[in-house]
């Protein structure tokens, strides 16, 4: 009886841990973005233009263009990095004329979406040798 009740609260607890983690995964922020020049997010290249970005706790971004004609997806990595500002922004990294972005806060709390670098960005980098980093601030 023991081993049946231990079972039980067992199975319990793992089925609580596996809600738990189901509910944060679907935790989604929004923010819209005005982003006046041209730049890429991993192998994709986007036009200057006000946009609408989705994120969810698994780390996949919804770039949306406000006047809804494109949708570019992009994987992302999950991480906890100081958002000193505490207000979503986003961080670009300029070489000479093109220009990645870097990291994506789309909340006033340390939950911060990195882009992975592409491999244009290293061979940019690798040419250039020159780095600028540029902040956008994005209007809820």
Same mark, same amino acid.
Request: glycine letters at 4%; a neutral charge.
């Given at each position: 009886?023991?081993?049946?009740?231990?079972?039980?609260?067992?199975?319990?607890?793992?089925?609580?841990?596996?809600?738990?983690?189901?509910?944060?995964?679907?935790?989604?922020?929004?923010?819209?973005?005005?982003?006046?020049?041209?730049?890429?997010?991993?192998?994709?290249?986007?036009? +200057?233009?006000?946009?609408?970005?989705?994120?969810? $706790?698994?780390?996949?971004?919804?770039?949306?263009?406000?006047?809804?004609?494109?949708?570019?997806?992009?994987?992302?990595?999950?991480?906890?990095?100081?958002? +000193?500002?505490?207000?979503?922004?986003?961080?670009?990294?300029?070489?000479?004329?093109?220009?990645?972005?870097?990291?994506?806060?789309?909340?006033?709390?340390?939950?911060?979406?990195?882009?992975?670098?592409?491999?244009?960005?290293?061979?940019? $980098?690798?040419?250039?040798?020159?780095?600028?980093?540029?902040?956008?601030?994005?209007?809820?």
């Amino acid at each position: 009886m023991r081993n049946l009740i231990k079972s039980l609260i067992a199975i319990a607890i793992i089925c609580a841990s596996v809600l738990t983690v189901s509910a944060h995964a679907q935790t989604t922020h929004s923010v819209s973005v005005t982003i006046p020049f041209d730049f890429s997010v991993g192998n994709m290249s986007l036009k +200057a233009g006000a946009y609408t970005v989705h994120g969810n $706790a698994s780390g996949i971004l919804v770039f949306t263009s406000n006047d809804e004609r494109s949708s570019k997806f992009v994987s992302s990595d999950f991480d906890m990095f100081s958002n +000193a500002s505490r207000q979503p922004h986003f961080v670009f990294i300029r070489y000479g004329s093109e220009t990645f972005l870097r990291e994506v806060f789309l909340s006033g709390d340390n939950d911060c979406n990195r882009l992975p670098v592409s491999k244009r960005e290293k061979e940019v $980098a690798h040419v250039s040798g020159q780095e600028l980093s540029l902040l956008t601030n994005p209007v809820r």
